[in-house]
């Protein structure tokens, strides 16, 4: 039997800080019985006893774990809380937030591209497996069939460094460059692509792409260094007002 909650369930706490309390010992309980997404916690009359406390304060809980992207709450008997491999989307949706709240431009965002991307791109040469290859391969593919069609380009694009990222091994990088994908180009803010600079990306890709094929971190670290610098040059020299610009929480596809 797991230590028991008594002072959240004697009220010692205040209702909002137990429920985080309680949160914080569930997804401690789901890590040491080693659960995994699709895997149900237990039910509620069970949790109840387990945890010595009130319905009000583990619904409350279970609350703020599916708004994290935790759980999901499944309706009907057979339901009840499943754990869910988390989104990137609950990461960006705050990020973009405290930007807003900041006034922090897109600047910033092309900062952080230009300082993490090549170190991820090298990392990535050392680890990325031969499936994501292909998946990276495939990218190009559909960059290359829809160059006449910005949406689908750069949907493609994204997708392309989205799987470099997660090929670094590194599960922050991952997180941080995926959370990131819906307002990265700049889209959203003005900033566009005419098919002379699709071209160039997509080139630009491809030596990229030979270069964690050949599997050299150097090379597949300078190469991603000249692509963002290239895009850091094509905004500052077509869109300048656009990277003082704030991206406003309600604008950004997270």
Same mark, same amino acid.
């Given at each position: 039997?797991?230590?028991?909650?008594?002072?959240?369930?004697? /009220?010692?706490?205040?209702?909002?800080? &137990?429920?985080?309390?309680?949160?914080?010992?569930?997804? *401690?309980?789901?890590?040491?019985?080693?659960?995994?997404?699709?895997?149900?916690?237990?039910?509620?009359?069970?949790?109840?006893?387990? $945890?010595?406390?009130?319905?009000?304060?583990?619904?409350?809980? %279970?609350?703020?774990?599916?708004?994290?992207?935790?759980?999901?709450?499944?309706?009907?008997?057979? /339901?009840?809380?499943?754990?869910?491999?988390?989104? &990137?989307?609950?990461?960006?949706?705050?990020?973009?937030? %405290?930007?807003?709240?900041?006034?922090?431009?897109?600047?910033?965002?092309?900062?952080? *591209?230009?300082?993490? #991307?090549?170190?991820?791109?090298?990392?990535?040469?050392?680890?990325?497996? #031969?499936?994501?290859?292909?998946?990276?391969?495939?990218?190009?593919?559909?960059?290359?069939?829809?160059?006449?069609?910005?949406?689908?380009?750069?949907?493609?694009?994204?997708?392309?460094?989205?799987?470099?990222?997660?090929?670094?091994?590194?599960?922050?990088?991952? $997180?941080?460059?995926?959370?990131?994908?819906?307002?990265?180009?700049?889209?959203?803010?003005?900033?566009?692509?005419?098919?002379?600079?699709?071209?160039?990306?997509?080139?630009?890709?491809? #030596?990229?792409?030979?270069?964690?094929?050949?599997?050299?971190?150097?090379?597949?670290?300078?190469?991603?260094?000249?692509?963002?610098?290239? $895009?850091?040059? $094509? &905004?500052?020299?077509?869109?300048? #007002?656009?990277?003082?610009?704030?991206?406003?929480?309600? *604008?950004?596809?997270?």
């Amino acid at each position: 039997m797991p230590p028991r909650m008594s002072s959240i369930a004697n /009220g010692g706490q205040r209702p909002q800080k &137990a429920a985080m309390l309680l949160a914080q010992r569930i997804m *401690r309980d789901v890590q040491s019985e080693r659960l995994k997404p699709g895997d149900h916690l237990e039910p509620e009359r069970n949790m109840l006893e387990r $945890y010595e406390t009130g319905r009000g304060t583990l619904r409350e809980a %279970l609350r703020f774990l599916e708004f994290q992207g935790v759980i999901m709450i499944k309706p009907g008997p057979r /339901g009840g809380p499943i754990l869910i491999d988390p989104s &990137a989307s609950h990461l960006a949706s705050t990020l973009v937030l %405290l930007m807003e709240l900041k006034q922090a431009p897109f600047r910033n965002i092309v900062e952080v *591209r230009t300082a993490l #991307e090549p170190m991820i791109s090298r990392l990535a040469a050392e680890r990325i497996s #031969e499936q994501s290859l292909a998946e990276l391969g495939g990218t190009i593919d559909q960059m290359r069939d829809h160059l006449d069609s910005q949406d689908l380009f750069l949907e493609a694009n994204q997708r392309f460094h989205d799987i470099i990222a997660w090929s670094s091994g590194n599960t922050l990088f991952g $997180y941080i460059v995926e959370s990131l994908l819906g307002i990265l180009d700049g889209t959203v803010i003005g900033i566009d692509y005419p098919s002379p600079r699709r071209a160039a990306i997509l080139k630009a890709h491809e #030596e990229i792409h030979q270069a964690l094929l050949s599997r050299d971190p150097q090379a597949s670290e300078d190469r991603m260094r000249d692509h963002i610098n290239a $895009y850091v040059k $094509y &905004a500052e020299r077509k869109f300048p #007002e656009v990277l003082d610009q704030v991206i406003r929480w309600d *604008r950004a596809s997270v």
